[in-house]
């Protein structure tokens, strides 16, 4: 069974940084795509950062970039979001996903997630 499992939420000031973690269960963690998104009340959910299969490529929401570091460890099993210089406007639920059949930031290409982890900016 396809399981992911995150850890690493916080409440931080404006400028801080925070790591997500964010751990694959039963299936060939290495293979497959792996992507962070987010969603903020009343917002829709959106892309953040995601990782392909063998580390070949990386994909960042403009918003982010710069900021935000997306990295994967395949022996661990475990993809990783390094966030900082945070701001305010990056307080979210943040959610880890796979996909099975693609990659990128569109949350239509995947369909296994993570339990999402509250991450809080304040100013």
């Known amino acids: 069974q396809w399981q992911l499992t995150q850890s690493g939420g916080s409440s931080v000031q404006a400028g801080g940084s925070v790591r997500l973690s964010c751990a694959g269960s039963?299936?060939?963690?290495?293979?497959?795509?792996m992507a962070w998104f987010r969603q903020a009340p009343d917002k829709s959910r959106e892309g953040v950062a995601a990782?392909?299969?063998?580390?070949?490529?990386?994909y960042l929401a403009d918003s982010v970039k710069g900021r935000f570091n997306i990295s994967r460890d395949d022996e661990e099993r475990t993809l990783y979001l390094q966030m900082s210089s945070l701001k305010p406007e990056d307080s979210a639920i943040y959610f880890c996903?796979?996909?099975?059949w693609g990659c990128g930031l569109a949350v239509e290409s995947f369909n296994i997630w993570g339990q999402g982890t509250q991450v809080t900016v304040s100013s």
């Open positions: 996903a796979t996909s099975t």
């Open positions: 990782i392909s299969g063998g580390s070949r490529r990386v």
């Open positions: 039963g299936f060939m963690f290495g293979t497959y795509c």
